[in-house]
């Protein structure tokens, strides 16, 4: 299991901390999706994006369903991030960048490039 704490908070300055509850919480989360995935015959991978404490993307792999080799957890909850960003007038440079990412597995070369590229470190 990973989560990632953003170097700043969404609403300026310093450090963002992320509590061992809030872990709990949203990497619980993480699980059901990934438990979503195995029982639609997926491999069971999980990701939320939380920005100021909302889940802004959510995904589960999603590779058989769609026959889409690049439908993975992490791709899906970038796609809904962005669609979130859109439809909120966010930037989405800005949002990715104070994102946290709980994911149930450490990601593939593909989703770490996209994660990289998209400021989530």
Not at 18 to 43: G, P, R
Not at 82 to 109: A, M, N, Q
């Amino acid at each position: 299991m990973e989560a990632k704490a953003a170097s700043t908070p969404a609403t300026g300055g310093g450090v963002c901390s992320v509590t061992a509850e809030e872990t709990k919480k949203w990497m619980e989360e993480a699980m059901q999706m990934a438990k979503e995935a195995l029982e639609n015959i997926e491999v069971p991978v999980g990701c939320l994006m939380v920005y100021n404490n909302e889940v802004v993307g959510k995904g589960r792999n999603e590779v058989n369903q769609t026959k889409n080799a690049t439908r993975h957890a992490e791709m899906v909850a970038i796609d809904q991030a962005l669609d979130w960003c859109h439809r909120s007038g966010k930037s989405p440079s800005e949002v990715f960048e104070h994102t946290v990412l709980y994911v149930t597995v450490e990601p593939c070369i593909m989703c770490a490039a996209a994660l990289r590229l998209m400021s989530i470190l």
